[in-house]
């Protein structure tokens, strides 16, 4: 059968085989001759009964991003007319070029056009497959880290020991004043808030239960929580997550260290360690605050305040403060180290992950002090 071709013989060179059809380019595969070439495949018509659409790139020795464009208008004219297209003649030069820049039809995802409702559910389902994740990974970072623990009390000086007075002094030491002074403002309210109140039962002396027994048991360890959750535990993703951008965690792996009891352990114990202490000073500085408060707007005195206060105030509820807070010096640090080392990228992921420690700090708090609350209430305390 005669083949009908419409071609431009300065442009390509056409030549028609035994059920083929092959295409030599003439002229630079660039973007400078692209309108001769566009010109060409609106023109460019096979009426036969060939199979094969063959591009000879024997020729061509200059080429640039418009090869890929040429290429991927070819392969649709063969699949509209149901050829096969083969490219012939390839260096391996520009194999590579075409490999590294061509998108195959395989990876191009149309998206569904979805109702308001469906594109809805698929976002909480993504929440909540995220959401899961994230737990199942902290669960196993918890373990390395209590794993870590256990064999730290067999081999002490596998941690950084000289690490540990630094970050104790920045999540501790440095952390007292702001402490002490939001404990005394916080014990002033309560102890205002509760004298008005009490005033009006004639219960004055009272005030000395709500302001030890709150301070004690539950808004010290919790408000101080909440402070070194901001200081310390967003510090630490800050920190360890610039290392993980800078690939310095990679080194240390790559060095045989554990990056566990070189990085996390140093900042889980001194946070931990810290929190108690802080807890104990808050509690002067709130009862103190509360003092101040209810003195000048309750007519008692100090020594009946005092003496109130030793009646109520037991050490159960004193050593249920501390240790609550014990435990959440714990969950800060290692939320904060674990959400440094979730960071990848650049910049934006360090600030994105100090700011979700924060935020999965106080959660995993508040969540804690609530699953304390039932348990002392279970057993008494």
Known sequence: MKKKVTQ?????????????????????????NAALYDNYLKKF?????????????????????????????LKEIANRENYTFEIIGLTEKTKKFLETFSISPESIVIADHLSFTRRFFNYIGEEAKSFFNDVISFIEFFGQIFAALLNLLINPSKMRWKDFPFHFTRAGVNAVFICLLIMALLGLITGYQGAVQLKHFGADIFVADLVGISIARELSPLMIAILVAGRSGSAF????????????????????????????????????????????????????????????????????????????????????????????????ASVGCF????????????????TISVVTGILMIILADAVFTFLFQAIGI
């Open 8 to 32: 431009s013989v300065d442009v390509i060179n056409q030549k028609i085989n035994n059920k083929s059809v092959e295409l030599i380019p003439l002229i630079e595969l660039t973007l400078k």
């Open 45 to 73: 018509r096979i009426e036969g009964d060939e199979s094969v659409l063959n591009l000879n790139l024997t020729t061509i020795q200059n080429y640039d991003t418009y090869l890929i464009l040429f290429v991927n208008s």
């Open 237 to 332: 993703a800050a920190e360890i997550g610039t290392m993980k951008v800078s690939e310095e965690i990679d080194a240390l792996k790559s060095m045989g260290f554990d990056y566990i009891q070189f990085l996390v352990l140093p900042r889980v114990l001194s946070v931990a360690i810290a929190m108690p202490i802080l807890t104990l000073l808050g509690d002067f500085a709130g009862i103190g605050g509360g003092i101040i408060a209810s003195l000048a707007t309750l007519d008692i005195s100090l020594s009946g305040f005092l003496n109130e206060l030793q009646r109520a105030l037991t050490f159960g509820d004193l050593f249920s403060g501390l240790g609550k807070s014990i435990i959440f010096g714990f969950l800060i």
């Open 339 to 354: 959400r440094g080392l979730q960071v990848k990228g650049g910049a934006e992921s360090v600030g994105k992950y100090t």
